[in-house]
């Protein structure tokens, strides 16, 4: 296909993100609603759903939205199937339903290891797992896994947090692998630090009106030298769900202002 920039376009495209109701989910669906994506979403309660159908229409977006927890592999098979019924099969999957609990690993019980491993890695692998019959019949489908700084480091108090991100590049790398053969492009996006309510407390001003040590440590080891906002996922999302990523399989692609490739300033 000689390059136009129809090669980034969605339309006619089915799209479901998870968790999509506000944060990374909402912004990456909006940009995937911009390109022509016809938008599905799923997330814990039905007034969280309906919060997030009124968000989209407010954004001019017709979305349809479920009640679902991703980690219930038989509720979340239901969805894709109701989904399919009242929308159509899913062409592109964003998952990006995620958690995180910051707790010093031997302060952590197994139980609060095992939810967020349960909700960042496991529940990936259910709805891939729910979508890719589909996506075998029609000859072609979009798996983008929101993975995370933290698939490549560690920090204090998140070791369940990147055990799972982590196990998320490789699931990324291991779908692409096993699915490539059926036009099935799944790669991953690795957000820097992003302002969102997930990372609200690391941005949360001290009581004596200066900056939270973690922020000004964040933004002095960002190159780029901020936060991100969710808007600086929409390009990227857009081209990974996109025909003109069509040849990039397995990837994982970090929007993270250059955090990863910088060692930090002399101190
Ligand atoms: P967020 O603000 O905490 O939003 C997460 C969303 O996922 C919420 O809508 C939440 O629902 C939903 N969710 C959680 N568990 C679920 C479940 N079991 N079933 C269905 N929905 C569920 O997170 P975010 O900052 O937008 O992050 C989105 C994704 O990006 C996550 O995977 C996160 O790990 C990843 N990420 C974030 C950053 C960052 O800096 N913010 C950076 C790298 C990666 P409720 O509203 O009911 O809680
Ligand atoms: C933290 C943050 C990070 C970000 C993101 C970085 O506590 O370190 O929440 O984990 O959410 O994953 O890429």
Redesign the pocket.
């Known amino acids: 296909m000689d390059f136009n920039m129809d090669m980034f376009r969605l339309d006619g495209k089915v799209a479901l993100v ?8 909402f912004e990456i669906a909006r940009s995937l609603a911009a390109a022509g994506a016809t938008i599905v979403f ?4 039905q007034q ?1 759903v309906d919060e997030g159908i009124s968000k989209y229409q407010a954004a001019g977006i017709e979305a349809k939205g479920y009640v ?4 219930d592999e038989e509720a979340v098979q239901s969805m894709v199937k109701q989904i399919k019924a009242e929308v159509g099969s899913i062409d592109i999957l964003v998952n ?5 609990k910051r707790t010093p690993m031997t302060e952590m019980s197994a139980g609060d290891f095992r939810q967020v491993v349960d ?2 890695l496991t ?1 990936p692998f259910i709805v891939a797992k729910a979508v890719i019959p589909d996506m075998i019949e029609k000859g072609a489908g979009k798996i983008i896994n ?4 933290m698939s490549e480091l560690g920090r204090e108090t998140v070791s369940a ?1 990147a055990s799972a ?1 982590g196990g998320l590049k490789m699931l990324t790398k291991n779908i692409a692998s096993e699915y490539g053969q059926y036009n099935i492009q799944c790669n991953g996006i ?5 302002a ?4 609200a407390p690391l941005r949360e001003l001290q009581e004596d009106g200066e900056r939270h040590p973690f922020d000004q440590f964040i933004v002095g080891r960002t190159p780029a030298a901020r936060w ?1 906002e ?1 808007s600086d996922l929409a390009g990227p999302s857009v081209f990974l769900a996109s025909p003109a990523s069509d040849f990039v399989n397995g990837h994982i692609l970090y929007v993270d202002g250059g955090i990863l490739a910088y060692i930090g300033k002399q101190p």
Do not use: E, F, R, W
Not at 68 to 71: F, L, R, Y
């Open positions: 998870t968790g999509a109701v506000y944060g990374i989910g799923n997330n814990l309660s969280s679902c927890d991703v980690t990006n339903a995620g958690i995180i909700v960042d529940a929101i993975c995370s700084m947090y991100k690795g957000p820097g630090y992003i969102t309510p997930q990372t991100g969710t």
